[in-house]
């Protein structure tokens, strides 16, 4: 019999999560189109990763001693990329980005979001012990844009840099994050300040 203690684990999404991605809804408050994240984890996500667009890893809850989530709170998408730079050539440096980001609305506030950002940079940091990477990338629609600013030391990318899009994000706000050259110090943990 499931006991009541809750535990919380980020892990990547699988069929084991569909039946609680289905109640999973984003406040309409706070993103210009919920539908949209809404539809991709109960949609696209697992065939995204089936063929190779990008892997989603979900906040989820268990109870404890129970094998299958009973919540999920929160997802982050992510996908490898590059941060273009257009001069008299086109060049590129090897990124990780943030295809997608949505927390459920029931778990806003609660610091979520900054959690599966922060799992983000650690990837990065776990993939650099295997492959270059030197930005981490996010298309942010226009109301997340000081939101992402918040929480890490996103920039804009500007006129000087692009980065890669699809039809769905071309109207998003494209942000970098300069991953520091590698070390045994954890980056970019602001535990001690609060988030929106």
Same mark, same amino acid.
């Given at each position: 019999?499931?006991?009541?203690?809750?535990?919380?684990?980020?892990?990547?999404?699988?069929?084991?999560?569909?039946?609680?991605?289905?109640?999973?809804?984003?406040?309409?408050?706070?993103?210009?189109?919920?539908?949209?994240?809404?539809?991709?984890?109960?949609?696209?996500?697992?065939?995204?990763?089936?063929?190779?667009?990008?892997?989603?890893?979900?906040?989820?809850?268990?109870?404890?001693?129970?094998?299958?989530?009973?919540? /999920?709170?929160?997802? %982050?998408?992510? !996908?490898?990329?590059?941060?273009?730079? +257009?001069? #008299?050539?086109? &060049?590129? *440096?090897?990124?990780?980005?943030?295809?997608?980001?949505?927390?459920?609305?029931?778990?806003?506030?609660?610091?979520?979001?900054?959690?599966?950002?922060?799992?983000?940079?650690?990837?990065?940091?776990? /993939?650099?012990?295997? %492959?270059?990477? !030197?930005?981490?990338?996010?298309?942010? +629609?226009? #109301?997340?844009? &000081?939101? *992402?600013?918040?929480?890490?030391?996103?920039?804009?990318?500007?006129?000087?840099?692009?980065?890669?899009?699809?039809?769905?994000?071309?109207?998003?706000?494209?942000?970098?994050?300069?991953?520091?050259?590698?070390?045994?110090?954890?980056?970019?943990?602001?535990?001690?300040?609060?988030? +929106?």
């Amino acid at each position: 019999m499931c006991g009541k203690k809750r535990v919380k684990k980020i892990e990547r999404f699988d069929a084991k999560h569909a039946s609680i991605a289905q109640s999973f809804y984003v406040n309409p408050e706070h993103c210009e189109n919920p539908q949209h994240f809404e539809g991709y984890i109960r949609l696209n996500a697992y065939g995204d990763f089936r063929s190779g667009m990008s892997t989603t890893h979900v906040m989820v809850e268990y109870e404890d001693g129970c094998d299958d989530p009973v919540c /999920l709170n929160g997802y %982050i998408s992510l !996908k490898a990329t590059s941060l273009v730079i +257009e001069d #008299n050539t086109l &060049s590129g *440096y090897p990124a990780l980005e943030i295809s997608e980001l949505a927390v459920d609305k029931k778990f806003e506030g609660q610091h979520y979001g900054k959690a599966l950002l922060e799992y983000a940079v650690r990837i990065c940091d776990e /993939l650099r012990e295997q %492959i270059g990477i !030197k930005y981490l990338l996010v298309c942010a +629609e226009k #109301n997340a844009e &000081s939101y *992402y600013k918040h929480v890490l030391p996103f920039h804009n990318a500007g006129d000087y840099y692009i980065i890669p899009r699809e039809q769905w994000n071309e109207n998003c706000i494209p942000l970098y994050l300069w991953l520091p050259e590698k070390s045994n110090e954890p980056r970019y943990c602001m535990d001690d300040e609060e988030d +929106e």
